[in-house]
């Protein structure tokens, strides 16, 4: 299956690009998919996601197929999807 991966905002900019591609070979928790995207990523992308507890922020919005998600844990992604990652926004 196909994971589409769209970052947004500072995100998409400390990533250095708005979108990627993820192939998974099997169903895999939201939270696993965070976590390899971390792992993967720059510390400041890795930061955005994760706080220094290795949980992930609930300043971070995530949206898989534009549904806001809060239980990473037990949201399983199991078919082609679109997840998106949206920092907090800030400013006036």
């Known amino acids: 299956m196909t994971v589409t991966i ?7 900019t400390e990533a250095g690009t708005e979108s990627e591609d993820l192939h998974l ?6 939270i696993e998919i965070l976590q390899a ?7 400041a992308v890795d930061d955005f ?9 609930r300043s971070l919005l995530v ?7 809060i239980d990473f844990q ?4 199991k078919e082609d999807c679109v997840i998106s990652l949206l920092p907090p926004i800030a400013g006036g």
Not at 6 to 12: D, E, L, P, R, S
Not at 63 to 69: A, I, P, R, S
């Open 6 to 12: 769209n970052y947004k905002g500072q995100i998409a």
């Open 25 to 30: 070979n099997e169903p895999l928790p939201l």
């Open 37 to 43: 995207l971390s792992e993967k990523a720059a510390d």
């Open 49 to 57: 996601i994760f706080d220094d507890e290795r949980m992930p922020r």
């Open 63 to 69: 949206v898989v197929n534009d549904e806001q998600v």
């Open 74 to 77: 037990n949201t399983i992604i």
